[in-house]
Nanobody, 124 residues
């Protein structure tokens, strides 16, 4: 059983930065994809950044150039560095993991394990 625990959320002004962390426990198979998703009340959960089993990285168009996803395999930890934050980045951010092919999906239905979420609030 895989458990994911996010941390690093908070409140920041527009233009600021935050780094989210996701500590994974249990066995993370090398074939797993991992990623970050976000959701605001009343809207569907959307993929933000994902990293595949072979290191392929994908970003949502809305965060390209501002967010960076990375993974420390030795620490079993996934990160999301968020720079130049905008009010529209305000959401609950979730870490996820799941079996996938070489092309990591940005859709949430491919991911089987989820963290509890960490809130990010960006004020203008």
């Amino acid at each position: 059983q895989v458990q994911l625990v996010e941390s690093g959320g908070g409140s920041v002004q527009a233009g600021g930065s935050l780094r989210l962390s996701c500590a994974a426990s249990g066995y993370i198979y090398s074939s797993y994809c991992m990623g970050w998703f976000r959701q605001v009340p009343g809207k569907e959960r959307e993929g933000v950044a994902v990293i595949g089993r072979d290191g392929v990285i994908r970003y949502a168009d809305s965060v390209k150039g501002r967010f960076t996803i990375s993974k420390d395999n030795a620490k079993n930890t996934l990160y999301l560095q968020m720079n130049s934050l905008k009010p529209e980045d305000t959401a609950m951010y979730y870490c996820a993991a799941g079996m996938c092919g070489w092309w990591p999906p940005l859709t949430d239905n491919e991911y089987h394990y989820w963290g509890q979420g960490t809130q990010v609030t960006v004020s203008s």
